[in-house]
């Protein structure tokens, strides 16, 4: 099996070129792909002056992460391909276990990395769900010693480094242009097992990763993309009922989050203000009830797609739900 590895590039500057080079030094060689999401820096231009073999694809406008990986996904042919954050080192003999992975399974439609800090800390080992569809990752932040890294079934592949089948992607169909950034790969993941593929995580499958080096962890700009298009994605999917419940069960998500205390300030630094987060969420709602229309829309193309969406979306619920 041959592996194409697509790179999603946003003033990613050195880190994109070492993320190129690490992919290059595979045990088991891969393609290479390097989508520039009209970055304003000088990381293409260092890619090729290190001359480094890859294919770049330059878009003359930011499409967002959704966008930029299908613009990939048209570009890229192999049986398994890879869809990755620009801010990444992969593990030499990461492709040869991902390849092993996927040998081992032949019923998986994707093989989930293990993302982690080199310091240790875990990025994630699965996702797990609330019931209005809120995303938690298994194993987030936790000491590698603490986590259970065993090869197991889990939802989905870590937006940072998703491996696919071309069936499974083929089956999910394209990304959501319009969710731009975040939780764009939990819907897609979601349509992954609609369509009957699972997700197996491979421990040996390293990739090093320092997260939200463009978007800024804890930022109102994160917040505000990942509560509308949670909200979007929960409409086009949760059974009516749920979706009745989404104001309820936010509003009583917010209070315990604020009980445990808001972070004073963002991952770049910057000073967080309970106004500018409290006015990210409201934006987002806003936002979501807005494109009701249209998500409602598309809820109907899903069930002609998928059968009862409601129902199974449940059943995936039960079997990833956040734990205390």
Request: glycine share 8%; proline share 3%; with cysteine.
């Amino acid at each position: 099996m041959s592996i194409d590895v697509g790179i999603i590039n946003y003033n990613g500057g050195e880190e994109l070129t070492a993320c190129v080079k690490s992919l290059l030094a595979q045990t088991e060689p891969v393609r290479v792909f390097v989508f520039d999401n009209a970055s304003a820096d000088n990381s293409v231009q260092l890619l090729r002056e290190q001359e480094l073999e890859c294919k770049i694809i330059e878009s003359k406008k930011n499409l967002g992460y959704a966008g930029a990986c299908n613009g990939l996904l048209d570009n890229m042919d192999s049986e398994i391909q890879v869809l990755c954050n620009m801010d990444l080192e992969f593990d030499p003999a990461w492709a040869k276990n991902l390849l092993a992975c996927f040998e081992r399974h032949p019923e998986a439609g994707s093989v989930a990395s293990l993302v982690m800090e080199k310091s240790g800390v875990v990025n994630a080992v699965g996702v797990q769900f609330g019931a209005d569809l809120f995303a938690k990752n298994e194993a987030s932040g936790l000491n590698i010693s603490e986590a259970d890294v065993r090869e197991k079934e889990v939802f989905g592949c870590y937006g940072a480094v998703m491996s696919f089948r071309k069936a499974a992607a083929g089956a999910a169909g394209k990304m959501d242009a319009s969710f731009f950034l975040f939780f764009e790969e939990t819907e897609w993941y979601f349509r992954h097992n609609l369509a009957g593929f699972k997700t197996v995580f491979c421990p040996e499958a390293k990739v090093y990763h320092e997260r939200s080096m463009t978007t800024v962890r804890y930022s109102p700009r994160k917040l505000f993309y990942s509560e509308r298009n949670r909200l979007r994605t929960a409409i086009r999917l949760l059974p009516f009922a749920d979706i009745v419940k989404l104001p309820f069960r936010g509003f009583v998500r917010y209070l315990n989050m604020a009980k445990g205390g808001v972070p004073g300030q963002s991952g770049d630094g910057k000073k967080l203000s309970k106004v500018a987060i409290c006015g990210a969420l409201l934006k987002a709602w806003l936002q979501a009830l807005a494109m009701l229309p249209q998500e409602l829309c598309i809820r109907r193309k899903y069930r002609k797609q998928f059968g009862d969406v409601g129902a199974k979306v449940r059943a995936i619920l039960e079997m990833y739900p956040i734990r205390p």
